[in-house]
């Protein structure tokens, strides 16, 4: 098993940025491919950004692709995503999730571990 809790979210202008952590405790952290995904109320959980153990594999949706960035410190069991240049549309819950597979995935299904989520609030 694989616990995952994200912090860092909050209310930040348009423009401005924020950085999500998400810790992991219980089986081998460094062995997991993790994401982020996001999900507003009414709407499908989103892809955001992927990486794999080795840090070496890395996938974002093109929605955010050159405003967020992805990593992950396996010697301190921490997932991070740095958002910058937010927009209103960035608004959303922000999960982390874990899988043992060993290929990055843009599928919520492959994930079997999720966090509890952290909102982020973009104000135009």
């Known amino acids: 098993q694989v616990q995952l809790v994200e912090s860092g979210g909050g209310l930040v202008q348009a423009g401005g940025s924020l950085r999500l952590s998400c810790a992991a405790s219980?089986?081998?952290?460094?062995?997991?491919?993790m994401a982020w995904f996001r999900q507003v109320p009414g709407k499908e959980r989103e892809f955001v950004a992927a990486?794999?153990?080795?840090?070496?594999?890395?996938d974002y949706a093109d929605s955010v692709k050159g405003r967020f960035t992805i990593s992950r410190g396996n010697a301190k069991n921490t997932l991070y995503l740095q958002m910058n240049s937010l927009k209103p549309e960035d608004t959303a819950v922000y999960y982390c999730?874990?899988?043992?597979?060993?290929?990055?995935?843009?599928?919520?299904?492959?994930?079997?571990?999720w966090g509890q989520g952290t909102q982020v609030t973009v104000s135009s």
């Open positions: 999730a874990a899988t043992y597979k060993p290929t990055i995935y843009r599928g919520s299904d492959e994930y079997g571990y």
């Open positions: 219980g089986r081998t952290f460094s062995r997991t491919t």
């Open positions: 990486i794999s153990w080795s840090g070496v594999s890395i």
